[in-house]
């Protein structure tokens, strides 16, 4: 299973996953739409079958993807020993992606302006809950249960590393080449311009608001909070992440 709150690089690590699963075969990520091959368990949308009804069509073993935080996921994965693969991105990045993301998604509220999403987010009124729970409730969750927790940033540092932590955690023993085929079909741009994976067929995206695959990069924030947004973000981040021993970086 594949598992992070919103526009933390869940597309990214799905594609990655896929590549590795399918050994590094770029044309196996071409047999259908993210969407399909990967079904977004909670979702629900008009016309479309539900992401619960392709997992169920889908024989096993199955990638699936959820933003659910920890304690609303299904107690059949916990069950079943499912693998879970979590990505973490920085608070202040993920509110930029999320209000961005927010703005071109006809499914979801419109976020508002700036001031008034960034007012939301600090409230942790935003789909799927507030960002430091979700990320503190999964980061203990790993102590216990098969989860592999990755940061966005660290992914952006070096996907080499980071892909050879997926590979070892799905018990996939590839090559050098292979290792090199997956960092290049799941650079940022090949993502962006692939029909597989940025989205574009999906009637609820308005990619002329925003590109679902926008700017994929770490410290996007300092274009967006003002000198008085930062100082507040901060104080409430030291206040809601008290007592953890993550640690996220908020630039490169």
Known sequence: ??????????????EIVDMVIHGGDPAMCQRAPIHLRHPFIELRCPNIPSGLELAEA??????LKTHLPVQLLPPS??????????????????????????????????????????EKFLAGEVPWGPWHDHVKDWWEAREHQRILYLFYEDMK???????Q??????????????????????????????PMTNYCALPWFDHSVSPFIRKGTVGD????????????????????????????????
Not at 77 to 105: G, P, T
Not at 157 to 163: C, G, M, S, V, Y
Not at 221 to 248: A, C, I, P
Request: charge should be neutral; hydrophobic fraction near 35%; include cysteine.
């Open 1 to 14: 299973m594949i598992k992070a709150e919103t526009t933390k690089g869940t597309t990214w690590i799905q």
């Open 58 to 63: 889908m024989p096993p073993p199955r990638i």
């Open 77 to 118: 994965f916990w069950e079943k020993d499912c693998k879970i693969i979590y990505v973490a991105r920085n608070a202040k990045d993920n509110l930029v992606s999320y209000y961005h993301f927010q703005q071109m998604n006809r499914a979801l509220p419109h976020p508002g302006t700036w001031a008034q999403y960034f």
């Open 157 to 163: 540092k070096d996907p080499a590393h980071e892909i």
């Open 165 to 194: 932590k997926v590979m070892t955690f799905l018990e996939k023993d590839l090559g050098e080449d292979a290792k090199e085929k997956i960092i290049g079909h799941t650079s940022f741009q090949a993502m962006k311009e692939n």
């Open 221 to 252: 924030w300092k274009t967006h909070f003002t000198v008085e947004q930062n100082e507040r973000f901060d104080e409430d981040y030291r206040t809601k992440m008290v007592g953890t021993s993550l640690n996220f970086c908020n630039e490169l």
